[in-house]
C-alpha cells in the first residue's frame, strides 16, 4: 500500500484522497472521535504535522479504477448515486460526492474507484451508530437497506 491503493478490499484506497479529508480522519482517529483499533494506534503515533505529511502524500498518489461487480444492482446503485430515493428523502450521493466521484475537497471525499466492501461497511456502520464522525452521513445511512448499500457500493467502486 505505499502507493495509497489498498489491494484488501476491507481496506479502503487512499490514494488520490483529498488531503484535507485525511488529514481530518488522522486527526479523529487520534482523538477517539473516529474509533478503529489498527488506525487509532497509528494515529496516535503520529504528530500533526506527521499527519500533514502522510495526508498530501497519498492525495498525491493516483487510484487504481475499480468496477462493479454486482451487474444485476448496478442500475439500482447508479439510481440511488444519481438521484437518491426521493419517497425517504435520501438525497442524491452525487450531490456531495460529485457525479464522477471525485468529491469535494476538504467537505466531502473522493469516492470513485474505493473498494464496494469498504464503502459498505462504512455505509453500515453510519447507519447502524458505528461510525458517529459525520451526522449527514449517518443520517443519510440511515434511511438505506442491506440491498441498497450493496447496490450503492457497488455502483461507486466503478466510478471514475
Known amino acids: 500500500m505505499a502507493d495509497g491503493n489498498s489491494a484488501i478490499p476491507a481496506n479502503p484506497k487512499l490514494a488520490q484522497q483529498h488531503p484535507e479529508y485525511l488529514l481530518k480522519q488522522l486527526q479523529e482517529f487520534k482523538s477517539g472521535k473516529r474509533k478503529s483499533a489498527v488506525m487509532s494506534g497509528m494515529a496516535a503515533m503520529l504528530s500533526e504535522q506527521e499527519m500533514r505529511d502522510v495526508a498530501w502524500f497519498l492525495g498525491s498518489k493516483p487510484i487504481k479504477p475499480g468496477f ?93
Open 68 to 160: 462493479a461487480k454486482e451487474k444485476d444492482l448496478v442500475a439500482l446503485g447508479e439510481k440511488i448515486y444519481r438521484g437518491g430515493i426521493g419517497d425517504r428523502s435520501v438525497p442524491a450521493c452525487a450531490g456531495c460526492h460529485s457525479p464522477n466521484g471525485a468529491g469535494i475537497p476538504i467537505q466531502y471525499p473522493r469516492l470513485g474507484g474505493q473498494h464496494a466492501e469498504y464503502i459498505a461497511a462504512q455505509l453500515t456502520a453510519f447507519r447502524d451508530g458505528g461510525r458517529l464522525n459525520s451526522v449527514p452521513m449517518s443520517g443519510v445511512a440511515a434511511k438505506l437497506n442491506d440491498r441498497e448499500i450493496k447496490a450503492v457500493s457497488d455502483y461507486i467502486a466503478g466510478l471514475h
